[in-house]
């Protein structure tokens, strides 16, 4: 999870490549208006949202047990409830880094259709994993490999803490 340009899908792959399971990139799971919103600058509202969290979550309830990485933006709490409502034993990787940091990677990114203008309000709508919630945050610094170094440890941390209750 995290705002765009974050490396979701980039560090989203070499992930699962790592745990040696499937990935999905979230995008996919969008509808084709969603898309043409997005790409026209306009964001998503939670009406456009819902049918997106619930395809992801259906993928994620299917993994169940035999693992998989998926990535998508999960910006508010109750995008990662419902999320959870249908696949409970997800984890979520909440990727964060400065602002200017992911300004100057979407002013190098093409071909995506989320535009670079919707960057501030990303940001203004996250809401970072709660203590409550099981999922750890990672800073994006870095090549896409040590960030996913990263989030292996950190993953790997959360199950041992888990293991030894």
Request: no cysteine; hydrophobic share 40%.
């Amino acid at each position: 999870m995290g705002v765009t340009g974050t490396g979701k899908t980039t560090v989203g792959v070499l992930l699962a490549a790592q745990l040696g399971v499937p990935y999905a990139e979230g995008d996919d799971f969008h509808t084709r208006a969603g898309i043409a919103k997005m790409s026209s600058g306009e964001p998503l509202t939670d009406t456009d949202r819902w049918p997106w969290l619930d395809r992801i979550g259906a993928w994620a309830s299917e993994r169940a047990g035999l693992g998989g990485v998926i990535s998508g933006s999960a910006l508010h709490r109750a995008y990662r409830d419902r999320v959870r409502a249908t696949a409970p034993g997800v984890v979520f990787v909440h990727l964060a880094g400065d602002r200017e940091l992911i300004r100057e990677r979407l002013a190098r990114r093409q071909g995506h259709f989320m535009r670079p203008e919707l960057l501030d309000s990303q940001l203004a709508e996250l809401e970072p994993l709660e203590p409550d919630e099981t999922g750890v945050t990672v800073d994006v610094s870095g090549p896409p490999e040590e960030v996913t170094d990263r989030v292996v440890a950190a993953l790997r941390d959360l199950w041992d803490s888990a293991a030894e209750r």
